[in-house]
């Protein structure tokens, strides 16, 4: 089958990659229409991720395994691969897929899984966002950021406010956020770290992402006593201290945990349009070296998708 692979160090498209087996307990087979990308499909090594790449997809669900209640041959799903999603097929644990409502797009279903349950979790989960609460979205224009920004005010936040570069400032205002900081410009940062402790919740999605990003200190300054910084990156010792459970009071590192009611969830908080897709590829040689090359740049303004079929 057609596929992403991951390949001496990198990810190139293959024609002829191993299709998944039968799907067995709990397990459903897709047919992927769409594959959304993420940081963790280029960092990840063959060894840890598998041999194709992607977690996130849309799809039709064309065979399932026993044990499986919530969906049947020809439903139409999104949520996680456990084969690699950016592949004509994707076998899937049953647990860690939705149903996807007919008048959402493929192409937006399979933007959602990481990146909006990734913001869901850090908002609500570990920063405990209440209804009224404040919150600064740093990196608020990339894939985390805007489906941070999104949630957000979804989850009833009275101010969100978003880091992110000028170009990118309407794009996080109409997501929105009632105003916006240019990390580019000194005066701005400083006149933002000037307020002084001002937000419930610190969304840190730009920390630790392979380009010297450090917004440790502009968190802890702008958090009000009580707030927490929710960090999705950061250095090998904040992993460290994730996983034997020692992280610092105010700051917390988060992993997310995939999962389906989550997942629905997401289309009860967002609704079914005004997904952000930065840009479509197609599963080509091209088009997974373009997806992969815009996902790279750090550049990305939502999420960056490949569409594997036709739907219908
Ligand atoms: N812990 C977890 O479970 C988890 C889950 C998902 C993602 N992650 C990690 O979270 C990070 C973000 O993921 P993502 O999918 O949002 O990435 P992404 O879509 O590639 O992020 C791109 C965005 O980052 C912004 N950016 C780049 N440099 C910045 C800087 N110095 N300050 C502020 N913003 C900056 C860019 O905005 P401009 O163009 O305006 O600069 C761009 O919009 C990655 O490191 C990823 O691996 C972790």
Redesign the pocket.
């Known amino acids: 089958m057609k596929a992403a692979v991951r390949t001496g160090g990198a990810i190139r498209f293959s024609a002829c990659a191993k299709a998944p087996r039968k799907p067995g307990m709990n397990e459903v087979l897709v047919s992927v229409r769409a594959a959304g990308i993420?940081?963790?499909d280029y960092?990840l090594p063959k060894l840890l991720g598998g041999p194709v790449a992607g977690l996130d997809l849309a799809g039709v669900a064309v065979a399932v395994g026993h044990g499986v209640k919530d969906f049947k041959e020809g439903d139409e799903v999104f949520g996680f691969a456990k084969s690699g999603s950016v592949a004509e097929q994707a076998l899937c644990d049953g647990a860690k897929l939705a149903l996807k409502p007919k008048e959402l797009a493929f192409t937006d279903a399979a933007a959602l899984a990481?990146?909006y349950l990734?913001s869901l979790q850090a908002l609500r989960t570990h920063g405990k966002l209440q209804a009224g609460g404040s919150v600064l979205v740093?990196?608020?224009?990339?894939?985390?950021?805007?489906s941070g920004v999104k949630l957000a005010k979804a989850l009833g936040a009275a101010e969100v406010v978003g880091?992110?570069?000028s170009?990118?400032a309407e794009l996080v205002k109409a997501a929105g956020a009632s105003r916006t900081v240019d990390?580019?410009s000194e005066a701005e940062m400083s006149a933002l770290l000037s307020e002084g402790p001002t937000f419930d919740v610190v969304y840190d999605?730009?920390t630790?992402?392979?380009?010297?990003?450090d917004?440790v200190k502009a968190a802890k300054a702008v958090l009000k006593p009580g707030g927490v910084t929710v960090a999705?990156?950061g250095k090998p010792g904040d992993w460290m201290r994730l996983i034997f459970n020692m992280q610092p009071k105010g700051r917390k590192?988060?992993?997310?945990k995939q999962n389906s009611a989550e997942l629905g969830e997401l289309i009860k908080l967002l609704g079914t349009t005004g997904i952000e897709i930065?840009s479509l590829h197609e599963l080509s040689e091209a088009g997974v070296d373009a997806a992969f090359d815009r996902?790279k740049s750090?550049?990305?303004?939502?999420?960056?998708v490949i569409t594997v079929m036709e739907a219908g």
């Open positions: 993420n940081p963790i960092k990481t990146a990734t740093i990196g608020a224009s990339g894939g985390c950021g805007l880091v992110t570069s170009k990118n990390y580019t999605c730009a630790g992402s392979g380009k010297g990003e917004y999705i990156n590192m988060m992993l997310t930065d996902l750090r550049r990305a303004r939502g999420k960056v």
